[in-house]
C-alpha cells in the first residue's frame, strides 16, 4: 500500500452486473462501504457479459478488487463489504 491516506489508496473495485436490481443494490453497496470508511476508491460498472466471460465469471452480481474476484453471485452487506475492503487494504 502507498501510504493508505483517505484521499485515494489507489484501490480499484469492479462491479459486474447486467443492471438488475442485485448488481445496483451491490453498487450502492460498495459506495457506501467506501464512504463509512472515509475511502477513495475507484468502482468501475462492468456490463459486459463478453468481459464478464473473459474473466470467468459465471453469476452476476460480482465484485473485484484491484482484478481479484472476491465475490460472485450475492449481494453482501454493506458490513460485509467494510470487512471485504479493508482486508483487502491490509493485503497491499
Known amino acids: 500500500m502507498r501510504g493508505g491516506t483517505s484521499e485515494d489508496d489507489g484501490m ?3 462491479v459486474f452486473g447486467t443492471g438488475c436490481p442485485k ?3 451491490l453498487e450502492a453497496n460498495v459506495k457506501k ?3 463509512e470508511l472515509n475511502l477513495k476508491a475507484e468502482v468501475v460498472k462492468i456490463t459486459s457479459i463478453d ?3 473473459e474473466r470467468g465469471l459465471m453469476a452476476t452480481p ?3 478488487i484491484d482484478g481479484e474476484m472476491v465475490v460472485a453471485g450475492r449481494v453482501p452487506s454493506v458490513g460485509e463489504l467494510r470487512g ?3 482486508a483487502r487494504r491490509s493485503v497491499d
Open 84 to 86: 471485504i475492503i479493508q
Open 62 to 64: 460480482a465484485l473485484a
Open 51 to 53: 468481459e464478464m466471460v
Open 23 to 25: 448488481c445496483n443494490m
Open 12 to 14: 480499484r473495485i469492479e
Open 33 to 35: 462501504a467506501l464512504s
